[in-house]
């Protein structure tokens, strides 16, 4: 077994905090975080005589002054628990997400202390910050841009140069949120230089550094992070460099750390939801659904793990529930990648008239995002690639190539380039995308129709199978007809090796026999030569003129 990897038949992997243990295994995705408090476990029983407990609270009594000198009671003990916006506040300061009560508080709180203290440059940070959850948290686009103005009161109030940390830091969630990973990149860089050990920046570089292609970068800032921080926003970076790297079972495995650094329900459900990703793209279909419908159970107002359960569903051939998830999903978050899904679901349903919508609502969502600053240019490619204009997808994604030069768009921008008759150029970016180690059975598919348009047969064979084999139901419209097309390239060329045999039957050849050795008193033939006179005849020496 790889090293990292976990299954249900494997020892279960222990992790936690203090006073708590933390039980994890793949049988029931519900089961991984449960904690198991040290009050619960049975203890022998214990039995006093009535001089023992005498004793016994004499000495508690001592004990329990004494801690009264060491420590006094101060005014401000208490054992309430923190209010929702503190909540809130934690979590965005930690990088980590909010319930949606508890950052409907925050803003309202942060709103009404920076109304009454407009020059308060670490409350707007805060402000700004929630506002980038938000937006995460909604898909509405239209919080990037209250975001945005956010932060930069904040460092108006306390520039950069005099260390405002968190608004530079949010700056770079901001820009990778919006998929401007060469601006996040340059936020991030600056933090790091001028405080190289605030462990916030790095998230920053890990996305940022992703989002460009520079994986190797990527990695060399989570090892930075882990050497500063261990918690959830490190695990989760952490899982995210391996799957980009093709490294699933550590993937899997540094996911499900993180499950021991969540606290709050809604981080376990953000981590059930991406460790139903990572089992999804693994073509683990059924394991897949019971971790997207763990975090449904654990945070029901999850819209991510809505459509990640759309998506097995479909898979599984249960259609009519897959819409009905995704309209869920997409009602509560209008995701335009889950707009393209529910299109294709109805078109492999056979119901292309409704497909339209979806269709209709992703132009808008994107043109809307486009406002917002948000780039939506590789879902708007395949979409253009698959139902609309295969040129106009090749413009936009070469112009997103310029600037992010990473798979995604790598494998976009050759699938655009194969549907607008371009097979050489499109093998180029296709191997981009695949040779990098992720391993994407979408990606495998595109390579393969690529090569087999080349007339490449045993590439498109290879690289067919190696789709089936990574997520043999990664699409309800490609995954068809990426087994039609093994079915056709697997099958020998025509003729059959029949034809290849000989008409004749292969019969051995006679070899010569050699010579017998002379017997004693015999002479050779040579020898016999001599004897009579006859001389051989000398080889021709070669002429002065053959040089």
């Keep these: 077994m790889a090293a990292g990897a976990i299954g249900v038949n494997t020892p279960a992997t222990l992790f936690g905090h203090p006073g708590e243990l933390v039980i994890l295994t793949h049988s029931d995705p519900?089961?991984?975080?449960?904690?198991?408090?040290?009050e619960s476990q049975s203890a022998p029983p214990v039995t006093f005589t009535g001089r023992k407990t005498l004793v016994a609270a004499a000495v508690a009594v001592v004990l329990?002054?004494?801690?009264?000198?060491?420590?006094?009671?101060r005014a401000g003990d208490d054992a309430r628990p923190p209010a929702p916006s503190e909540r809130a506040a934690a979590a965005v300061g930690m990088g980590a997400p909010a319930a949606a009560v508890d950052l409907t508080a925050l803003v309202a709180d942060r709103e009404k202390w920076v109304a009454a203290h407009p020059d308060d440059g670490a409350s707007w940070a805060v402000l700004g910050s929630a506002y980038l959850e938000q937006a995460r948290r909604t898909a509405d686009s239209r919080w990037f841009p209250k975001a945005e103005k956010?932060?930069?009161?904040?460092?108006?109030?306390?520039?950069?140069?005099?260390?405002?940390?968190?608004?530079?830091?949010?700056?770079?969630?901001?820009?990778?949120?919006?998929?401007?990973?060469g601006t996040a990149k340059k936020w991030g860089e600056l933090v790091r230089a001028q405080a190289p050990r605030r462990w916030t920046a790095y998230p920053v570089l890990v996305d940022a550094y992703s989002g460009l292609g520079d994986y190797k970068a990527a990695q060399k800032a989570l090892e930075r992070l882990e050497q500063l921080h261990s918690g959830l926003a490190a695990r989760i970076r952490a899982s995210q460099v391996y799957r980009d790297r093709g490294w699933r079972e550590d993937a899997v495995l540094a996911m499900e750390h993180a499950g021991g650094a969540a606290k709050s329900p809604t981080e376990k459900a953000y981590v059930l939801f991406r460790l139903g990703e990572l089992s999804w793209e693994r073509g683990e279909t059924a394991e897949a659904l019971g971790l997207y419908e763990g975090a449904l159970r654990t945070d029901p107002g999850r819209p991510e793990a809505l459509g990640g359960r759309a998506r097995a569903l479909a898979a599984l051939g249960r259609g009519g529930e897959a819409v009905r998830d995704?309209?869920?999903?997409?009602?509560?978050?209008?995701?335009?990648?889950?707009?393209?899904?529910?299109g294709e679901l109805l078109e492999s349903l056979g119901r292309a008239d409704e497909a339209r919508a979806p269709y209709d609502v992703l132009r808008t969502l994107a043109a809307r995002g486009a406002a917002d600053g948000v780039n939506e240019e590789v879902v708007l490619g395949l979409f253009e690639a698959d139902h609309a204009d295969p040129a106009a997808a090749v413009r936009r994604l070469s112009t997103e190539w310029a600037r992010h030069k990473n798979v995604q768009v790598a494998d976009a921008l050759g699938w655009a380039l194969h549907r607008n008759g371009d097979n050489a150029s499109a093998l180029e970016y296709a191997k981009k995308a695949t040779d990098a180690g992720m391993r994407n059975a979408e990606f495998s598919y595109h390579r393969a129709i690529i090569e087999r348009g080349l007339g490449d047969e045993a590439g498109a064979r290879r690289h067919l199978q190696e789709?089936?084999?990574?997520?043999?139901?990664?699409?309800?419209?490609?995954?068809?007809?990426?087994?039609?097309?093994?079915?056709?390239v697997g099958r020998p060329a025509p003729g059959g090796p029949e034809n290849m045999q000989p008409r004749t039957p292969w019969v051995e050849p006679e070899l010569p026999k050699p010579n017998p050795k002379p017997k004693p008193g015999e002479k050779a033939e040579t020898g016999e030569k001599a004897e009579t006179g006859e001389k051989a005849e000398p080889s021709p020496s070669p002429s002065p003129s053959a040089d």
């Design 467 to 488: 789709a089936m084999r990574t997520n043999p139901v990664f699409s309800p419209v490609r995954a068809p007809l990426a087994k039609e097309a093994l079915a056709a």
């Design 64 to 73: 329990i002054a004494g801690a009264l000198v060491i420590r006094p009671v």
């Design 326 to 342: 995704y309209r869920m999903a997409l009602g509560r978050a209008p995701v335009p990648r889950l707009e393209l899904e529910l």
């Design 150 to 181: 956010a932060l930069k009161r904040s460092l108006d109030a306390l520039p950069a140069e005099k260390g405002n940390f968190d608004a530079m830091t949010g700056m770079g969630t901001l820009a990778n949120a919006r998929g401007d990973f």
């Design 30 to 38: 519900m089961h991984r975080f449960d904690r198991i408090d040290e």
